[in-house]
């Protein structure tokens, strides 16, 4: 069973920046693509970026040239980096893993407020 634990989140200003760190269990991690989603109250989960074990990042387009996707294979931790950020960046963001299986870590709050 693999387990994903995001951290990182909490309140910042506009224009502000955090690195949240996704952290899995287990010997998939390598060779399983890794995302990242948010989701803010009221509305749906929303795609943010995702990277696949040595290939290049993909972006939403709101996200595109402020946030950064990286990973590190050998310490089996993926990272979202944050930059500019706007209120309407607020959610909870999701890290999550998939291949032959899906996994979802259980989130972490990221408020951008002044």
């Known amino acids: 069973q693999v387990q994903l634990v995001e951290s990182g989140g909490g309140l910042v200003q506009p224009g502000g920046s955090l690195r949240l760190p996704c952290s899995a269990s287990?010997?998939?991690?390598?060779?399983?693509?890794m995302a990242w989603y948010r989701q803010a109250p009221g509305k749906q989960r929303e795609f943010v970026a995702t990277?696949?074990?040595?290939?290049?990042?993909v972006y939403a387009p709101s996200v595109k040239g402020r946030f950064a996707i990286s990973r590190d294979n050998a310490k089996n931790t993926g990272y979202l980096q944050m930059n500019s950020l706007k209120p309407e960046d607020s959610a909870v963001y999701y890290c999550?893993?998939?291949?032959?299986?899906?996994?979802w870590g259980q989130g972490t709050q990221v408020t951008v407020s002044s």
């Open positions: 999550r893993l998939t291949g032959a299986s899906d996994y």
């Open positions: 287990g010997s998939i991690f390598s060779i399983y693509s």
């Open positions: 990277i696949r074990s040595g290939g290049s990042p």
